[in-house]
């Protein structure tokens, strides 16, 4: 697995493929729940979600952060948008497939995507 999680505790692995439509922040205020109940969470961007690793981007996420969710982006996707140089979010994490393949795998870890 990867440094930010150990394998085989129990973890929240949430997925956000979507950007900035605001319907969608349902699924990143569930993620600040998670983590107001005790839930280990981390949340992963993938494809247009890597939009909101750009700081400021949505305030869900700002308290998702500062409750202590965990914040990691795909290095491909943030190619893809143009945003492999471009300042994120403090404590972003940002990783391949491979890494996120490890936590999927982990029978520890339950997996939300959306």
């Given amino acids: 697995m990867s440094e930010i999680w150990e394998s ?9 493929s979507q950007g ?14 998670q983590v107001l ?3 280990s969470a981390l949340l992963f961007l993938v494809q247009d979600g890597v939009v909101l690793a750009v700081p400021g981007s949505d305030s ?13 982006a795909d290095s491909f996707s943030l190619a893809q948008h143009g945003l492999d140089g471009a300042a994120l979010r403090p404590d972003t994490h940002v990783v391949g497939m491979d890494v996120v393949a490890g936590w999927i795998l982990d029978p520890a870890v339950r997996v939300v995507w959306h």
């Fill in 37 to 39: 109940t005790g839930q």
């Fill in 20 to 33: 900035r439509v605001p319907q969608d922040a349902g699924f990143r205020r569930d993620a600040v729940t």
């Fill in 8 to 16: 085989g505790t129990p973890r929240l692995l949430l997925i956000e």
């Fill in 60 to 72: 869900d996420l700002d308290r998702f952060q500062k409750e202590g969710g965990v914040l990691a």
